[in-house]
T-cell receptor, first 111, second 114 residues
Framework: EDQVTQSPEALRLQEGESSSLNCSYT??????LFWYRQDPGKGPEFLFT???AGEEKEKERLKATLTKKESFLHITAPKPEDSATYLC????????????FGQGTTLQVKP | NAGVTQTPKFQVLKTGQSMTLQCAQD?????MYWYRQDPGMGLRLIYY???????DKGEVPNGYNVSRLNKREFSLRLESAAPSQTSVYFC?????????????FGPGTRLTVL
């Protein structure tokens, strides 16, 4: 069964305290892994796509990495404005473009 | 480019009332999707449309109908609203290409059914 699991559910950091969010997946034939950021009351905002194990993408303080079983979103020296819920998703095995989303990790960065 | 737009932003219905949620995209995307997001449940796919003229059920289609009016517009209809349909509804679209393409989301409609 296709599945995406994110951990932890919630993460509190002090400003400047680096950490990582995890997204593990079970799907037949990975055709991409997507990271989104969602602010309260808004729709998910696309951040990254990773297609193959070993691939890395960076954007400001965020770096996403991919292995054969999981992806990490590393947050370096976070700021309060990085506070949001981070979602990961993978296309399901049906090859129809449908995405399976994880439950998300809610990050709070305190000044 | 407005991206993906949704109307209304907020709606309160009484049990049994009907309504249509509207979604439009101006990115010339082929595929469009409707999701609902509930606390602890994540994003769940209701219906999707791979191209103009086609629609298919997602994970939670019961109680909903959809119409792909043209390439730009994809509407979601609740024929007889129930309190279990209280949720935040998101529309998304994705460009043509291989299955592994990102989806772009609208701002959401917050629906309460009393």
């Amino acid at each position: 069964e296709d599945q995406v699991t994110q951990s932890p559910e919630a993460l509190r950091l002090q400003e400047g305290e680096s950490s990582s969010l995890n997204c593990s997946y079970t799907v037949s034939g990975l055709r991409g892994l997507f990271w989104y950021r969602q602010d309260p009351g808004k729709g998910p905002e696309f951040l990254f796509t990773l297609y193959s194990a070993g691939e890395e993408k960076e954007k400001e303080r965020l770096k996403a990495t991919l292995t054969k079983k999981e992806s990490f979103l590393h947050i370096t020296a976070p700021k309060p404005e990085d506070s949001a819920t981070y979602l990961c998703a993978v296309p399901d095995s049906s090859n129809t473009g449908k995405l399976i989303f994880g439950q998300g990790t809610t990050l709070q960065v305190k000044p | 480019n407005a991206g993906v737009t949704q109307t209304p932003k907020f709606q309160v219905l009484k049990t049994g009332q009907s309504m249509t949620l509207q979604c439009a995209q101006d990115m010339n995307h082929n595929s469009m999707y409707w999701y609902r997001q509930d606390p602890g449940m994540g994003l769940r796919l209701i219906y999707y449309s791979a191209s103009e003229g086609t629609t298919d059920k997602g994970e939670v289609p019961n109680g909903y109908n959809v119409s792909r009016l043209n390439k730009r517009e994809f509407s979601l209809r609740l024929e007889s609203a129930a309190p279990s349909q209280t949720s935040v509804y998101f529309c998304a679209s994705s460009p043509p290409g291989l299955a592994g393409v990102e989806q772009f989301f609208g701002p959401g409609t917050r629906l309460t059914v009393l």
